[in-house]
């Protein structure tokens, strides 16, 4: 397959990676424009060569050929008369090996003016296993592109020089993963003492609340890291469902705690203090009881149908299924 075939011809730390160096909306027959075609992806080639282990520059670049196309006599020997660009990349796109080569490499219009091209850079020395990095690689190349005279001042979605490879999309979601979640859980327990001042009808019950589910989310970090799982799209999701369920166990058992009704203890006669705290610790355990057996059998039931539900993950070889087995049994026990 092609990830066997890939990691047989890399190492096994590192992945082959591929990114295509794109313009558009150009006109690339005039020098200046050429010129910034050519230190763009010089620029590129020079300062993301840590990532690569072959030459730092593309193999094939389509204008650096074209130009010594140009400046050679081959140009003559195909036609004489081939002075103005378009006529030359006629002649240059006819002419093997680079017909073969770039053909695919350029788009041209109906009266053929090049409308887009591409030339492809190789990052064979990337660890798939190390998501800083990829981020690293990722901003070196935005922070490149950004200072590209044509691309100045533009918004990135207009640039006409850019940089995109596949990976990109999964580096930028790890890159943005991490403080998606931190905002996530912010606003999950934001939301949680809100509702907690609404529904439940004591102040320690709204304050403890919110604390007791920021508390259970760290523990299931820990538990993440301690199961080797890294942060990541797939532990991500888990944890943002995650705090539907722990909030749900929890308010319930709050909420339940100060609505159940236990008889008053009438005082004794005299008031004795230490009677009426006596009694008050009573009434205390009586409502945790109360609690326990009617809302506490109720969420046990939850937390078992849960539990039963991801159970066949643990036996699962894939990553993904693992994740969510951990992130669960994780809520399950510790929620």
């Keep these: 397959s092609y990830f066997h075939s890939s990691h047989e ?4 730390s590192s992945a082959l990676v591929s990114a295509d160096v794109i313009f558009r909306n150009m006109d690339v027959s005039l020098p200046d424009v050429q010129n910034a075609m050519s230190a763009y992806v010089h620029d590129l080639a020079h300062q993301l060569s840590p990532y690569m282990k072959t030459t730092p520059s593309p193999r ?3 204008l650096r050929d074209f130009q010594s196309f140009v400046q050679s006599q081959a140009i003559q020997n195909h036609c004489n008369n081939a002075t103005s660009f378009g006529h030359q990349l006629d002649v240059f796109l006819n002419t093997e090996p680079f017909s073969s080569i770039y053909k ?3 788009v041209r219009d109906k009266q053929g003016v090049v409308t887009a091209s591409r030339t492809t850079l190789h990052f064979d020395a990337i660890n798939e296993f190390d998501s800083a990095q ?5 901003q070196t190349q935005y922070d490149i592109t950004q200072s590209q005279p044509l691309n100045r001042g533009d918004d990135p979605s207009h640039w006409n020089m850019f940089t995109f490879g596949p990976a990109f999309t999964y580096w930028e979601i790890t890159r943005i993963i991490p403080q998606e979640i931190v905002t996530n859980i912010c606003m999950g327990l934001l939301a949680t003492a809100i ?24 523990e299931l970090l820990g538990l993440l890291r301690w199961a080797n799982l890294y942060v990541n799209a797939v532990t991500a999701i888990g944890l943002t469902m995650g705090i539907g369920l722990v909030v749900d166990y929890n308010i319930h058992m709050v909420m339940a705690y100060f ?5 008053q203890i009438q005082p004794t006669a005299g008031g004795d203090r230490k009677i009426e705290a006596s009694h008050n610790h009573t009434r205390r355990i009586e409502r945790v009881q109360q609690v326990v057996l009617t809302m506490g059998k109720s969420i046990f039931l939850c937390a078992m149908s849960t539990l039963f539900g991801i159970l066949p993950l643990c036996g699962s070889s894939s990553e993904v299924f693992w994740s969510f087995f951990v992130t669960f049994m994780g809520i399950v026990f510790l929620g």
Excluded at 134 to 138: S, V, W
Excluded at 259 to 263: D, L, T, Y
């Design 104 to 106: 695919d490499d350029i």
């Design 134 to 138: 990829q981020i690293r690689l990722l």
């Design 9 to 12: 011809y890399t190492d096994a």
């Design 259 to 263: 609505e159940c009704v236990i008889p």
């Design 60 to 62: 094939h670049f389509w």
């Design 195 to 218: 509702m907690s001042i609404i529904l439940i009808p004591h102040p320690i019950g709204f304050l403890l609340l919110p604390l007791v589910v920021g508390v259970i989310y760290v």
